[in-house]
């Protein structure tokens, strides 16, 4: 017994050291998305002013692009509705279902914060439950898809973006219909991957990408990005497609919420039908 | 001054550059600065064991908090405060280090100094591309991440160095 105490004693930094490893090991390990974003929120409601007073600052610099970003989608919006078709409307809110159409809401938001340099990125957007977002609701940019909101508090909610290792959102080649699974494998936040399209299906460098509308998430036919470079995959059965991402989300300030009033009526029944 | 209480007004300081500054700004992509790590380089060189250790997670823990990296930071701390408990003897010049004073350029040079917060900061830069990555699939990219990072925030630190003339102790 003597002999443990002092073995302990003796021990006593390497022995600490190894149980304040071993808990934030575990904190790291049991993390994912959904714990994250809860914690992340929790942070939020202390300092959502600062990182908000914070983002002001850091606007005033960016001013002129997003102005004439907006500009430049406000002319192809008005250009609609002159023309008077829903029928092509741009990459940003293709709402061919007709259905869909009528119960959609678009709430719109500012992005407060945003990481683009880790693997588990997050992003938050200062509108909360309080203006009708909740989670798993679809967050589109100017340019196409952002995310899946993750967690909300009243006045904030987290994003998780594509660019998490996390996250996976179902899309498909828009010339063709064929479909697979875009995930973000490559560390760097202009691009992501896409995998499940069969070798026999024809691509080119250039062709677009788009939402696939399975995920139950994203609507058919938001842009996610463009085919950059093409690599047999090495079980010659699917392409690896390396997809340029449409959105930067390193200048990523205003985005849309999309509240899609009949997810839970679809979910519901697709629930059910699954577990009959 | 009591000494405690500078220390706890440099942590909250360092903390709070590294959520509100250093964090929000990357070069090219993936390269950061973490200087809060400055606050495990200045710790008095009497300082017990534990007592490292234990402000290596708080200070780990307080950015993880506000950065939703739950547990990156604290690992990546709690092996520099670590490692900082066997560098210090190892580093140690001819005799021991005077008793009350710091790690500082002041005290004890720029090439002892240089040199003892290069092996800190690579060693905490490390630990944490790797929990963050949590795989050594892509070591090379690591590394790369780690070396580039570094050299950042050994320069953010030779700034604070140079600008803080006031001593900790």
Request: proline share 2%; net charge neutral.
């Amino acid at each position: 017994m003597r002999s443990l105490i002092q073995f302990i004693l003796k021990y006593q930094n390497f022995i600490l050291f190894l149980l304040l490893e071993l808990a934030s090991l575990l904190f790291v390990l049991n993390r994912n998305a959904y714990q994250s974003a809860r914690f992340y929120t929790w942070s939020l409601a202390t300092m959502g002013g600062v990182y908000e007073r914070q983002s002001q600052v850091k606007d005033y610099f960016s001013l002129r692009s997003t102005n004439e970003e907006l500009v430049k989608e406000n002319a192809v919006l008005k250009e609609l509705i002159i023309k008077g078709s829903s029928s092509e409307l741009p990459s940003m809110f293709s709402l061919q279902d007709p259905l869909a159409d009528k119960d959609i809401d678009i709430i719109p938001a500012k992005v407060v914060k945003a990481s683009v340099s880790q693997q588990h990125n997050l992003m938050t957007i200062n509108v909360g439950y309080q203006d009708g977002v909740a989670s798993d609701m679809a967050v589109v940019g100017t340019h196409g898809v952002v995310g899946v909101i993750k967690s909300v508090s009243r006045h904030y909610s987290i994003v998780l973006p594509l660019i998490n290792v996390e996250y996976r959102v179902s899309s498909k080649l828009k010339n063709s219909d064929y479909f697979g699974t875009m995930r973000w494998d490559t560390n760097d936040y202009k691009y992501a991957s896409l995998k499940g399209i069969e070798e026999h299906v024809e691509v080119l460098v250039g062709d677009t990408i788009v939402t696939s509308g399975y995920g139950a998430i994203f609507p058919e036919g938001v842009m996610v990005g463009t085919i950059d470079r093409i690599e047999g995959g090495k079980e010659g059965v699917f392409h690896e497609l390396n997809v340029d991402l449409s959105t930067d989300y390193k200048r990523l300030i205003y985005v849309y919420v999309i509240r899609n009033n009949t997810m839970d009526e679809r979910k519901e029944i697709e629930k059910n039908t699954q577990s009959n | 001054m009591e000494r405690w209480l500078k220390y706890t007004f440099l942590f909250v300081v360092l903390v709070g550059l590294q959520v509100l500054v250093f964090s929000q700004m990357q070069f090219r992509g993936t390269i950061n600065a973490f200087p809060y790590v400055y606050f495990i380089l200045a710790l008095p060189f009497g300082i017990q064991g534990r007592n490292v250790l234990m402000l290596s997670a708080l200070l780990g823990l307080s950015v993880d908090f506000f950065s939703g990296t739950m547990g990156v930071h604290m690992a990546a701390a709690v092996f520099a405060g670590f490692f900082r408990i066997v560098l210090l003897p190892a580093l140690s010049p001819q005799g021991d280090y005077e008793v009350g004073t710091v790690p500082s350029v002041r005290d004890n040079g720029w090439s002892w100094f240089l040199r003892y917060s290069g092996f800190m900061v690579l060693t905490h830069h490390l630990v944490l591309y790797l929990v963050e990555s949590f795989s050594f699939s892509n070591f090379s990219m690591i590394l790369v991440n780690t070396l580039q990072s570094s050299v950042l925030t050994l320069l953010v630190i030779s700034i604070i160095q140079t600008a803080v003339k006031k001593n900790l102790s």
